[in-house]
Every structure is written in structure tokens, then in C-alpha cells.
């Protein structure tokens, strides 16, 4: 079965399918490419994770660049 892929930008805060170990299930978007950047809202940590382990892994939006917030998709 195929994954679609997310459509995401820079500064997007999305939800993730498991929480951080610090407790937050919030993370910033900081870099886009073949691997998406995270930074936890929670404790300022930062990971990588590959295209399509984000796109398996993603839960929602929780704020979005321009106003948007709460969708999901």
C-alpha cells in the first residue's frame, strides 16, 4: 500500500503518531529536502527522519505558516 506524501513547509508545527520522551507530541518543521528536520517543541531537540518514515509517521497539523491551524490531511 502506498503512503501519500504529506504536503508540508518550513515553520509547519505538526503531530507525530508517538510522543517525544520529553512528553510533547508538538514538532517544528526546519528543513525540507529527501529527509525532513524536526525540532521538538517540548525540549528543543532536533532529528531527521526520511521522507517517507514522516509520511508514515504524521498525525495532523497543529499550526501552519499564514494563519492556518488544526488541519489535517
Known sequence: ???????I???DVVRLKKPHPCGTNEWEVIKLGMDIGLRCCGCDRKVRLERYEFDRRFRGYITRPGGETG???
Open 9 to 11: 513547509r518550513l515553520g
Open 1 to 7: 500500500m502506498a503512503i501519500p506524501i504529506t504536503p
Open 71 to 73: 488541519t489535517s490531511g
